[in-house]
């Protein structure tokens, strides 16, 4: 038996992650989570309205609840379609306009100015404005098959094709794909009863029908679906993103893919990758010699020396200073750079870092200050 959903955890998971759709998750609707996550929550103004108003609906929706069927079967006994509602097709219009410009400028440059290239650039926007209308349109107990708003994408495309666009607008598509959604809507049946047709048997000659609770799909089927349209939703934006941002440098507006481009071909990268592959390829070679143990010391141990080479520069002594000297070193700039010496804030502010990095300098290098260390940790352990 299904477990009820609960009114105060959609409240939570709605405060959580409401911009994301993890409420709707949570209740079994994966596509409006789906519309929430690529949309950052119905562009916000989503969100708010359905915390505000919708949350009760929904969970009374997810467990079945009687008085939503009854209202449900109502309103498909008074009308034979669903009912015109001027926010759900905004909602259309306005998802359809989105989705069909980060497809569109996902692309490169070069594929728009190619005559081919242009045309799957199209036929892919065509189906993002197509699919924004969808997702919106069948939210609840509705149904419509995608070709048709399809059609009222692709007839608003080839309007658009007569003229000569440097930036097209998606508005046209985007209108006609709702509205011709709204003329093919129907009631969806099935929302929340599957239908079930019973077999005749040798002393029936009529068949009869009856109606079960529709099973909600697996979590983790849900977070599934979920997931691969937010990896492809967040591939396309930030394809989108990366094509076309501009950045300010010198003066100059450049585009970040041109600048990206520019680092990785930079001298600076390519010695980088250089070193990087070369540390990689030693570190492999000691892997399959000494194991992974002795590697993940080695790579501490290396760390480690590091660490001591910059406490050295520090305190400005020679490698081989014996203890004697790196207690005399330290005593002599603690006193040398303690905040409480400098009345000015800036100097004072200066004085509270290079005082902070000699400090760390000396409980690295100093045996004694380990030594107290070690001690003091005992005393702790023993009192406990």
């Known amino acids: 038996m299904t477990k009820n959903k609960n009114l105060l955890l959609t409240y939570i998971f709605s405060l959580l992650g409401g ?164 003329l093919k809507i129907q009631w969806n049946s099935e929302y929340f009863y599957n239908i079930t047709v019973s077999k005749p048997t040798a002393h029936q000659s009529l068949t009869s029908s009856k109606q079960i609770k529709r099973k909600r799909s697996h979590i983790l089927k849900r977070c599934l679906i979920y997931g691969l349209g937010a990896i492809v939703f967040s591939t396309i934006f930030n394809l989108a993103i990366y094509q076309n941002l501009e950045v300010h440098v010198n003066g100059r507006r450049i585009k970040i893919k041109d600048s990206i481009d520019d680092f990785f071909k930079s001298k600076e990268f390519l010695l980088l990758r250089q070193r990087l592959a070369m540390v990689a390829r030693q570190v492999w070679a000691f892997y399959f010699q000494y194991g992974f143990k002795e590697t993940w010391r080695y790579i501490w141990r290396t760390l480690d020396l590091e660490s001591e080479k910059q406490a050295f520069e520090v305190l400005n002594i020679s490698r081989t200073a014996s203890q004697k000297e790196i207690e005399s070193q330290c005593r002599t700039l603690s006193r040398q750079w303690h905040p409480d010496r400098y009345r000015d804030s800036e100097q004072k502010h200066n004085a509270e870092i290079t005082f902070m990095n000699i400090q760390q300098a000396c409980d690295c290098l100093s045996y004694e200050r380990k030594r107290r260390q070690l001690i003091k940790t005992r005393k702790v352990s023993d009192s406990n």
Not at 72 to 78: A, D, E, Q, S, Y
Not at 99 to 116: L, N, V
Not at 160 to 181: D, M, R, T
């Open 19 to 182: 911009c994301f759709g993890l409420h709707h998750l949570y209740l079994g609707r994966t596509q409006h989570a789906l519309l929430w996550v690529t949309t950052f929550g119905g562009f916000g103004f989503g969100f708010v309205y359905e915390f505000l108003f919708l949350i009760q609906k929904y969970v009374h929706e997810a467990n079945y609840d009687e008085s939503v069927i009854n209202e449900f079967r109502l309103k498909t006994m008074r009308r034979k379609t669903p009912a015109f509602e001027i926010s759900r097709l905004c909602g259309q219009y306005l998802t359809a306009i989105f989705y069909g410009f980060i497809t569109y400028y996902a692309f490169p440059d070069t594929w728009h100015a190619d005559s081919f290239l242009s045309s799957i650039v199209r036929c892919c926007t065509t189906i993002a404005v197509g699919l924004g209308t969808q997702l919106v349109g069948t939210l609840g107990p509705r149904q419509c098959s995608l070709i048709w708003p399809l059609l009222g994408a692709v007839f608003g495309m080839i309007c658009l094709a007569g003229g000569n666009y440097s930036s097209p607008s998606f508005n046209l598509p985007a209108l006609l794909s709702s509205l011709v959604f709204e």
